[in-house]
């Protein structure tokens, strides 16, 4: 049956490639044989085959007879074949001889001499004659049996045995019983070539394919021939051979047959074989004078090479040649340059080569002419660009100035110098250059001299008189006497107090500078020249500053020698104490220098006063807390904008007035997290604040902003409003630019110095310091630009507002002009290193949105547990006011515009939930929690990782409760 099966596949896979299809064929041996016939050697044995009606007709060309051999060597029959008959042969067409295989099974196989056709009804008759076995050979049998059938099947054939056993000659053989065997003949058609192998390119390494294919009676065998020699065990109709290099032109062919053809060839099919690219010479770096010819080149073998450069690992757009070039060579081609050479089977990196450009030597500043008094330093500088670093070489009128190689020239010029001319050879390994020549001029200087007409040791104070001799034009002298560098007396003959010792007992130096008109000066140093016996007086304060009443304890560290103390609070000439270690209580604001005297037994004494004033501010009304408004505007939507003060006093959010009031502040550490927002954007009509927030201006207070000049100025020149207040305003100055700040009865104005249109798009912080007493001041970008302004400031208390009105004072709102941002108020005045610090970044801070959602114990709310700093490993989001034992979820988010292409808030009303629900951010994950007694708390550690630091994220409590709730929404601020 697996004949019959192999048949069927081979003629579907023929019919579809167009090759006539094979058919094998049964008949029918007539009736008279039977069981018991004896069929001798010699004797013609027929079977008849009927060609089927369905094929109309057969041409037979080659066929093949299945034979299982029982026993015996190789054993040639003959083969005859006749066409008509009903029950005898007809007409002999062709006959042969065939020898059976060695094996124990196989085929008879006849090739005819010409194509035998035959039509329906036409019997085709194939006959056997088995020769006599030659005497003394061992016995041979012949059998020709496809499948024994019982009952017979309806178109029988019978398949005839023989047997020539030792003594008993040829016997019928196996016949025990009557039985019909079927029996079947295999009509054989020749290979046909239907798929040449083509030609193949493939890269070392890789599998090169090739295929054939031939239509024929099966078995069809396959030789794969390379450079026509057969290859060991390659038979199959597709061949994989792994590309080498030595592959390259090979040849590949198939011989193909079948039992009933000699072999045919393919065509010969052609391996190509590429290797990828190998770089024999490398790229070598260069060191080159700027404008000088740079060429870098590599070389490689491969075929269809591309080649890529890059420098500093960037790659150069448009060289994709083997050599690249840069003339004339620029400071900027410094740096290391490879090259990328590849093919299609692969790429390879070249080495990297450093290219370093010596900069051109130029002189940008020439040696100037100089004037200097005798016996003092002459000094001639030039400066000079270029890489490597320049060499020096000073000359004086002409000659060499041995280890004068430095920039600067320096030496103790003598009246011999005046009038030489010195210059200077500068060079590096691109050239050299000689530099002008400057003219020393050496002026004359004074004599002097000076000594003490009284004795130069004693106990403090101690009076000492002083002369002085300085012949000649002298103009001015300039006495030293306690060796600090400051200018004590400029009389000839003067009179000097010590009023303390040297810290240590050390001896004070005198020393005494005489001028001509010419500046010329000549310095006389007495050391250690007066010796001041008595204590060292020495003291620190515990506090430096803070509001009133102030209490300062003071600590004297005055030498051991001190038997008095004599306390001086605030300056003002009186004992204020007596005691050693005193404390002071400052009940008014200003600004005190507190002094210390301290006795010896001996009567000596010493003073010190604190090196920095303390300064006192005055009591505030405005108790609010340190920080009661912060202003952000980092909203992502909606008119309000959160206070993330956060304060009783002041609501959390606040109404902005207009629609569109934000805008992007284009800097990390105050952006909002969206595009498009982040600070308070000018506009027309311009967007105000009414803070509700009653603020009296005559406290201590600090106000600070950013702002951005975002129009142009305006041509009628209005003032800008920012702060409207009854005892408080601040604005722009609409015809200088400046800002001002006005605060009173009586009213005192600060003026900046800085034209803030200036800089259109450049934002500045701003901050205006009232100490509450006497210190007004206004800080740009965390300068003062302003003084101290030393008038009180009355009382004057009113409601705040931001950027809102020019009632009172004739202009427009601040914002119809300027963006505003981090707009911050505080209850004292800040310091400088405080406001320095405010410049930096926004402070973390977690702020609320949107509204909530009421359950069953009203509008939940949600805030963090800790400030938003970086690191913050206890940092939680906080739910509170809600149904106990519910569940809850935390949404998370990073953003609050839109989610799946809705715009927030959504209304969760038909999920169950309140109506006009709103959800209001867009989720990224829920974390679920349960409400417990009322509340939950969900921890979100906060990592040391600075890349955090400007990025928002947002949240919103989900709980499902007998009536669904939601709290509103918390964008957190990270920093």
Sequence with gaps: MRTFAITAALMAATLALGVPAQECLSGCLPGTLGPDATYDPGREVAFAVDVPPAMGSLTLQAFAMPVIRIFGPATTIELRLYVGGSNAPGQLVWSGATTLPTSVSGRARAMLTSPVTTTTGQRLWLAFVVPPAPSGTPATGVTIPIMRSSPPPSNPVLSIGMSRMPGYGWIPFPYSNPQYYAFSIECCYPPTIVVQPEDVSVCASDTAQFATYAAGTLPVSYQWQRDGRDMLGETQHTLRVVATAALDGATFRCRIWNFCSPSIYTRSALLRVSVAPVIRVQPQGATQCEGSRLVLAVDAVGAGLSYRWRKDGVTLQGETAPTLVRDPLARADAGDYDVIVGNSCGTIPSGVAHVEVLQTLAIVRQPADAEVCANHTAHFEL?????????????????????????????????????????????????????????????????????????????????????????????????????DGIVDSSLRNPEWTYEAGNPGGRPFTVSLTARFATGCATTRTLPDYVHVFGPVADFTASVTGGSAPLTVAFTDTSSTTAVLHEWDFDGDGLVDSTLRNPIAVYAEGGWFTPQLTVHDAQGCRGRVALPAPIHVLGPTRNRYGAEYLHLVFDEVRGTTTANVASLSHVPPQLAVTGTGWQADAGRGGFQGNDPGFGCLGHGDPPPWIDTGLTFDAASAFTLSWWQRTSAPRPSSQPDLVLIAHPSLEVYVDGVSGTLRAKIGPP???????????????????????????????????????????????????????????????????????????????????????????????????????GRACPGTRGAPWIRTRTAPAIPAPDLAVELRSVEPGRPAALLVGITATSWQGMPLPIDLGVFGFCAGSPLEVAPLIALPASTGVGAADEPLPIPAEPTLAGLHLYFQWLIAGTIGAASPGLDVHLH
């Excluded at 890489?387 to 009246?415: H, K």
């Excluded at 010195?422 to 691109?430: A, F, I, Q, T």
């Excluded at 934002?763 to 509450?772: F, M, Y």
């Excluded at 020019?806 to 004292?828: C, E, K, N, V, W």
């Design 383 to 483: 400066s000079a660009t270029g890489s490597p670093a320049v060499a020096y070489q000073w000359r004086r009128d002409g000659v060499a100035i041995a280890g004068a190689t430095r920039r600067i020239l320096e030496f103790a010029a003598t009246p011999a110098d005046d009038g030489r001319l010195y210059d200077c050879l500068v060079s590096n390994p691109c050239r050299s250059e000689l530099s002008r020549a400057a003219r020393l001029t050496v002026m004359a200087s004074p004599t002097v001299d000076c000594w003490a007409t009284t004795p130069t040791s004693g106990c403090a104070p101690l009076r000492v008189q002083f002369q002085s001799s300085a012949p000649g034009p002298v103009v001015a002298l300039e006495w030293d006497f306690d060796g």
């Design 747 to 849: 009213r005192v104005e600060l003026q900046t110095s800085i034209d803030l249109f200036g800089m259109p798009g450049v934002w500045r912080h701003v901050a205006v310091v009232w100490d509450g007493v006497n210190r007004f001041e206004v800080y740009i970008d965390g300068q003062p630009d302003a003084g101290r302004n030393w008038r009180s400031i009355q009382g004057g208390a009113g409601l705040l507002t931001i950027a809102a009105t020019t009632s009172g004072h004739a202009g427009m709102p601040f914002t119809q002009l300027f963006d505003l941002d981090d707009i911050r108020l505080y209850d004292h005045a800040r310091s400088a290193a405080q406001l320095a610090a405010d410049v930096l970044a926004e402070p973390p801070y977690a702020a609320s949105f």
